[in-house]
């Protein structure tokens, strides 16, 4: 079963409408973008939908929305990862950890970092969500942990499987074409999770666009659990 996630609590203003639509929600912690009210608002719209929590902590670049590498070391990486997680943990156990933005993709290349941020995971009783073939997912597989694969359906791909940067032709997609993206990732079964933007433009749209894509095409959907 897929879950269809998104990037939440960051300040768009968009979560009264896109939370229903989900099965899983990558919070953000209040460090990047947002704050901790918008944090805990977030968390408890959550639960009461049945929402699976996830905790989406980034580096500390307000300007830049967490899209910049503050170019800290593993252990400084480590520090920033328990702080904004357990902002989250104050009011749910997060089922998951994703870290957002450069953070993110300093994780995947990083396997120091990656390392990391797989036992702070593992402090919070959470698993991690990463794409398939980087250095995250090996590192929550390597310490036993729950390691849930993820695709993209709003945003476009290179030939090497990492994402098109923000800002060059064709890191973002329109409505049809992240629905079309979405089917096509979810049947290939190489991933757990199908993710998009809660700050991108449409994400509404996108996301009620997918959930009848998948539905339509007899492919359930359902919130990840702590195993």
Known sequence: MISLAADVGEGAGVEAALLPLLDAANVCCGMHAGDPVLTYATVRSCLELGVAVGAHPG??????????????????????LVYQVA????????????????????????????????????????GIVGQPGFALL?????????????????????PDGRLVPRGQPGDLLDV???????LRLV?????DVLCLHGDSPHAVEVARAVRETLHGASLPTGPLRHV
């Open 87 to 126: 902002a989250v943990a104050a009011l749910s156990e997060p089922v998951f950890v994703k870290p957002h933005g450069a953070l993110y993709h300093r994780c995947q290349a990083d396997a120091e970092a990656a390392r990391v941020a797989a036992r702070v995971a593992e402090r919070f009783g959470a």
């Open 138 to 158: 090996e590192a929550a597989r390597a310490l036993g942990i729950p390691a849930w694969r993820e695709g993209y359906a709003d945003r476009g791909y290179l």
């Open 59 to 80: 580096f500390a670049d307000r300007e830049g929305f967490g899209r910049v590498d503050a170019g800290l070391t593993a252990s400084e990486i480590e520090d920033l």
């Open 187 to 191: 049947r290939s079964g190489e991933i």
């Open 176 to 182: 049809p074409a992240a629905a079309a993206q979405a």
